[in-house]
């Protein structure tokens, strides 16, 4: 089988790219033939200001990997679905955000997709796998966006049921659910940090991209109103900044216990994050799936999240973490308070487990193959 993967791949940052790369090496393991078709510019920089690839390789690229793509030249777009007309069976489109789907559009007309779903023997199967339906902040445009996209595809590939049923409400191609597989910088066969969890440290770990669906505010509330004399490190680069972070610490009087560690942070530098913390929270107001929950649980930490998305049945409430309702920070704080109850950091810390990679991955291309088979 010949299957081109349409989407962002390592060496640009973050684990979209890290899940596009590691599904390519995954999916030639089994013996097909694969490739993967990017980017050379995603988008204006205006869109997305911050680092957009990763300065030293943090996995191992794919190496048949092209990048056609760009987002200055829309003539490419048809010629790619030509292209691949010709020489694929199946074809991946990696949605990412609707920003990309006049590109994919492009792409699916070079296929012959231009009004509707092409009929079994018309060109490659198309398979549109979605690591959100819809973005979490959302504009009018970008429901008939995606909407679009996925009307011409063959089937769609989502992580949750609860993105199923977006999915669905959206276009009648067929919807096929895979639980994400974990995909972190390939370090997930490395043995977790050791947790000393008789010496708590009294930090706190926030991990990732900064957005207003994320929840940082609602943290800062919590730990203003938890263990006075907990702290918390916030890694990550910022959507729009770290000005509104800084102004309601310091608001809340807690500036002195809040560090901001702005920026893209490599792979390297991830193990110490996480052996200086206790836990990791995810205050999350809304989400799908999270890839955190696992890299917590790769470094032997617990996690401290809330109660949307995949999240309740990533963590174990009382077992390996904590769970709270979104967007409530008295429910957060006083989750926090529990934490460092005696004993209660050393059992969560004790049941914690690192994800199985394998198993995960190894169902995840069942349902994908099974998705692009018509």
């Not at 957005?211 to 729009?240: I, M, N, Q, S």
């Amino acid at each position: 089988m010949r299957l081109t993967i349409v989407g962002p791949t390592h060496p640009y940052k973050g684990g979209i790219a890290q899940h596009t790369t590691e599904l390519a090496h995954r999916l030639a393991g089994r013996g097909l033939d694969v490739r993967i078709e990017s980017w050379s510019a995603q988008y204006p920089a205006r869109l997305y200001p911050g680092q957009q690839r990763v300065d030293a390789p943090e996995m191992e690229p794919f190496p048949a990997t092209a990048y056609p793509l760009s987002w200055r030249r829309p003539d490419g777009w048809p010629r790619l679905g030509r292209r691949l007309r010709r020489t694929a069976d199946v074809v991946v489109i990696v949605v990412v955000t609707p920003v990309q789907v006049p590109a994919y559009l492009g792409i699916l007309a070079g296929l012959g997709r231009a009004r509707r779903r092409g009929r079994p023997g018309a060109g490659p199967s198309v398979v549109a796998l979605c690591h959100n339906v819809l973005p979490h902040e959302r504009r009018a445009v970008d429901e008939p966006l995606v909407r679009a996209v996925l009307a011409r595809a063959d089937a769609v590939l989502v992580h949750t049921d609860a993105e199923a049923t977006r999915a669905s409400a959206l276009a009648d191609t067929p919807v096929h659910v895979a639980a994400m597989a974990t995909h972190l910088w390939t370090t997930i066969e490395r043995a977790p940090a050791a947790a000393d969890a008789a010496r708590p440290r009294r930090r706190l770990l926030f991990f990732g991209l900064v957005r207003p669906y994320k929840g940082l505010d609602v943290l800062l509330r919590a730990l203003a109103a938890g263990p006075p004399d907990v702290a918390l490190t916030v890694a990550g680069e910022f959507w729009g900044g770290t000005a509104a972070t800084e102004a309601l610490a310091a608001e809340l009087g807690i500036a002195d216990r809040v560090e901001l560690r702005q920026g893209y942070v490599p792979a390297a530098e991830v193990p110490a994050l996480f052996a200086a913390a206790d836990a990791l929270v995810l205050p999350y107001r809304s989400g799908t799936a999270s890839q955190n929950v696992d890299l917590a649980f790769l470094h032997g930490r617990p996690v401290v999240a809330t109660t949307v998305g995949t999240l309740p049945t990533a963590v174990a409430d009382g077992t390996d973490g904590l769970l709270v309702p979104p967007d409530d920070p008295e429910a957060l704080a006083a989750a926090l308070r529990r934490l460092y109850e005696p004993g209660v950091l050393a059992a969560l810390t004790a049941k914690v487990r690192p994800p199985d990679a394998t198993a995960r991955w190894e169902r995840y291309l069942d349902t994908l193959l099974a998705a692009a088979a018509r």
